[in-house]
């Protein structure tokens, strides 16, 4: 858990807490709008992806898509993923859990988040194109990533270990 | 009406030498007999004596002993007599045939009574009109050109030679020649009845209505031509105006008579003196200026550049801090609902820092860098508007550049004109020539009687006439007859038993061969097996079209010639005594045999078969329709007698 003093202005603004819990919750909406209540590591997953201004670019335009063979044809998923998701993820982590000490998110006992209602504005607006697509990739994310099957299965199509 | 053949007469080179065969027309006649006994000049006779251009019959004995080939022809009640001397040289052939026509039921002429007068123009003429072939219809042939039919088309459906009959390439006699296959296409809709006779009527008025309305617009020209044209009268005007011959410009719409009045007061126009402007320092000076504007002009675009990115920049650091300043602001979407003072993570239970301060420093974060925006927001207004006044500045400059180019342009055209003014008193005086002679003439023009412009009326006729010619009736009703005749086809390839019988089976003009449309695809004769289908196919195909047109009354003879049909059935090289098939192959040639007794006997005396054949079958259906049996070396075309005389 590292505090956010250590990093520079520009990061703690463009990763501050309450962006990374925006995200998070996101995603959980999301999933939760399709496959009920959201697991952790997708949950973290999700947001370190949509973060990525590389993958939000090669993503499919459907959530119809097959995940498997996304991340088969798309071998450099694997690659950015291992790159960046422990720098990504540290960052997301303070944001999910300033979410959880608000009560915008609760855990139960199988480490499955639920989005309280209302926690956060229903439509996704914004000034910032960056920000919009950020949070509408963690939106999507959150409802494609259970398509690939169990947790476990679809973290190892990304390559990556929670 | 048309002609069958009633008999074939040879003449030996001995006085009194004279072998007729007799045939019997509207029947079936079978002339069978061993290996080189003339069968085959059967037909190259007929072909010889109908004004072919070459010399068809080959070498042998036929050749040796015969001088004179004849034909007799029928027609109704009347006969007609066609004899050709063989060629002198045997190679070329003779220019002139002897055509006489004869009360019905009389024998060949005598050797005496044979006066060759018509020359082979002549006679292919007299043979088309005996066979009711329309002279005068022009068949539109390939390349834009027409023809007529002859009696030489005609016998493309009327003859089957021995390396024909089953030819899997060839389904026409003389298909493998040269121009040929495109000649066959052409005719055939003809011999079809498909081509309209008034068609050819048609054709003709409109190339002469064409022919007409060239001579009209001709004439019209000419007098147009002849007349003072006002345009030319203007253009000269205006050559004289540029020469400087004429004080004033003059308005491009005067009247004839005015222009030719302003054209004579030229004439007695002398062209005056240019001056010569010193313009020397002029030139000098504007090149300066130009120089000068064109470095004050880079100067300010660089400026401009300058400016312009300075924006950018600040513009970029706004983008940038915007998202900032967005994403730390989703505090505000977050609905918290408690303060978030505990000090304890609800997940693992270690101490972190509680909420609070983290909503604290994003509070602080966003404090600074709205203030950051503010400064930089501040001056952008400030450089947009130094940006546009340097750029109403460049403006200027530009105007500045243009209107010195175009000082300096007028200065050079002054200069120009002034080194050309022995050139230009040149050119005053050429258009002063010119326009002499064009008012000499305009003088001279007498007004002759107007022209009747029926071009109108031409052209309204021309267009109906393309509109009738154009709708193509001819392709519909070519393929109306051709499907009908595709039905004859596949009804005898059927009752033959041929392989793809079972299929659709048509005529196909553009191979001129036979295909089958099987569900995998056409299946042309040329890639379908065996002799018997080759054989069986040609039979089909002829039969028909024979039956069509005795059906309809068309203009060929009522002839079927066919050489050796059977060879299919023996090997390619025999030469034996054997004459008998036995088995499979039997039965099948038989089957050939009664599909064309059946169309001579449901056409009723109005089509006559002639097949020369090597086997001898002891069927009643053959062996009533023989006429002529050469076996044993007893008997041949050319009888025995006159071989012995002449050795």
């Known amino acids: 858990m590292t505090a956010p003093v250590e990093f520079s202005r520009e990061e703690r ?25 959201c697991p952790l590591p997708i949950a973290v997953t999700a947001a370190v992806m949509a973060l990525q201004p590389a993958i939000r670019a090669i993503l ?52 499955l988040l639920t989005l309280r209602p209302r926690a956060i504005p229903a439509t996704i607006t914004g000034t910032s194109d960056t920000v919009v697509a950020i949070q509408k990739t963690a939106h999507m994310l959150g409802r494609w990533l259970p398509t690939g099957g169990s947790t476990a299965t679809t973290l190892t199509l990304l390559g990556v270990r929670p | 009406m048309t002609y069958q053949i009633k008999s074939l007469a040879l003449y030996g080179h001995r006085p009194g030498q004279m072998r007729v065969l007799a045939l019997n027309p509207g029947r079936l006649n079978i002339i069978t007999g061993d290996s080189r006994t003339g069968k085959t000049s059967i037909w190259t006779i007929t072909d010889y004596c109908m004004g072919s251009s070459d010399y068809p019959v080959r070498a042998g004995k036929v050749r040796d002993y015969t001088s004179i080939f ?80 002859s009696i030489r088309h005609a016998l493309f459906f009327c003859l089957q030679a021995q390396n024909e009959i089953a030819n899997p390439d060839h389904l026409f006699h003389s298909q493998g020649h040269e121009w040929r296959p495109q000649a066959i296409r052409d005719t055939l809709p003809y011999f079809l009845g498909a081509v309209d006779p008034e068609q050819a009527i048609r054709h003709a008025r409109l190339r002469q209505l064409r022919t007409e309305l060239k001579n009209v617009e001709r004439q019209i020209t000419q007098v147009a031509q002849a007349a003072p044209a006002p345009g030319q009268a203007r253009a000269l005007i205006a050559e004289a105006e540029s020469a ?32 010569y402007p010193d313009s020397t320092d002029h030139t000098a000076l504007l090149d300066r ?13 660089a400026r401009i550049t300058e400016l312009r990115q300075t924006l950018a920049e600040e513009s970029s650091y706004l983008v940038q801090a915007r998202d900032q300043r967005e994403r730390l602001a989703s505090l505000g979407l977050l609905g918290t609902a408690t303060d978030g003072t505990g000090q304890h993570c609800p997940v693992c239970d270690s101490v972190v820092s509680p909420a609070q301060q983290t909503i ?16 930089v927001s501040d001056d952008s207004p400030l450089v947009q508007s130094m940006i546009a006044a340097e ?30 003014y022995r050139s230009q008193a040149l050119r005053a005086a050429s258009v002063q020539g010119r326009i002499s002679l064009f008012l000499e003439n305009a003088a001279r023009a007498e007004h002759a009687p107007p022209i009747a412009d029926t071009r109108e009326e031409l052209n309204r006729e021309i267009t109906d006439l393309e509109e009738v010619l154009g709708s193509d009736t001819q392709a519909d009703r070519l393929s109306s007859c051709l499907s009908l005749i595709n039905q004859k086809i596949a009804t005898k390839a059927r009752t033959l038993g041929l392989e793809h019988s079972e299929h659709p089976v048509r005529l196909d003009l553009r191979r001129l061969s036979i295909v089958a449309d099987t569900p995998r695809g056409p299946v042309p004769l040329s890639d379908m097996g065996s002799g018997e289908n080759w054989l069986g196919y040609h039979i089909a195909a002829l039969l028909s079209l024979h039956e069509w047109f005795a059906e309809q009354g068309r203009p060929l003879p009522r002839v079927l010639v066919l050489d050796q049909p059977s060879q299919v059935y023996f090997p390619s090289d025999y030469d034996g005594p054997q004459v008998d098939l036995a088995g499979e192959d039997r039965t099948s040639l038989l089957r050939v045999y009664q599909a064309i007794n059946d169309t001579v006997s449901h056409l009723d005396a109005g089509f006559q078969v002639i097949v020369m054949e090597h086997a001898d079958l002891e069927d009643d259906i053959f062996r009533t329709a023989v006429v002529e049996r050469w076996r044993g070396g007893r008997a041949a075309l050319i009888p025995p007698a006159w071989i012995d005389q002449g050795d």
Not at chain 2, 293 to 301: E, G, K, N, Y
């Open chain 1, 13 to 37: 603004a463009l990763f501050n807490p309450a962006f990374m819990a925006l995200v998070s919750c996101r995603a959980v909406q999301g999933h939760q709008r399709d496959a009920g209540s």
């Open chain 1, 60 to 111: 499919p335009g459907t959530t119809r898509a097959s995940l498997p063979k996304w991340a088969e044809d798309n071998q450099a998923v694997r690659v950015l993923m291992a790159a960046n998701a422990p720098g990504l993820a540290a960052m997301v982590r303070p944001g999910i859990l300033l979410s959880l000490q608000t009560d915008l998110l609760s855990l139960d006992q199988s480490a």
């Open chain 2, 70 to 149: 004849a034909l007799q022809l029928v027609r109704g009640d009347q006969q007609l007599f066609i004899a050709r001397s063989a060629p002198e040289n045997s190679t070329t052939p003779a220019p002139r045939l002897c055509l006489q026509f004869q009360s019905a039921g009389a024998p060949p002429l005598t050797r005496d009574d044979i006066d060759f007068t018509f020359p082979l123009d002549a006679a292919r003429r007299l043979l088309s009109e005996f066979c009711g072939i329309d002279r005068t219809i022009r068949i539109p042939a390939a390349r834009g050109t027409t023809m007529s039919p």
């Open chain 2, 244 to 275: 400087g011959l004429l004080p004033a410009p003059v308005d491009d719409t005067v009247s004839l008579d005015e222009a030719l009045s302003i054209l004579a007061s030229v004439l007695t126009h002398a062209p005056g003196e240019l001056g």
């Open chain 2, 289 to 301: 200026e130009r120089q000068e504007l064109r470095s004050r002009h880079q100067q300010i675009r």
């Open chain 2, 360 to 375: 604290q420093a994003i509070r602080e974060d966003l404090e600074r860098l709205d203030s950051d925006v503010a400064f």
């Open chain 2, 391 to 420: 750029e109403e500045q460049l403006q200027q400059l530009r105007a500045e550049v243009v209107r010195n180019r175009e000082q300096r342009q007028a200065l050079d055209a002054g200069v120009r004109e002034a080194a050309r």
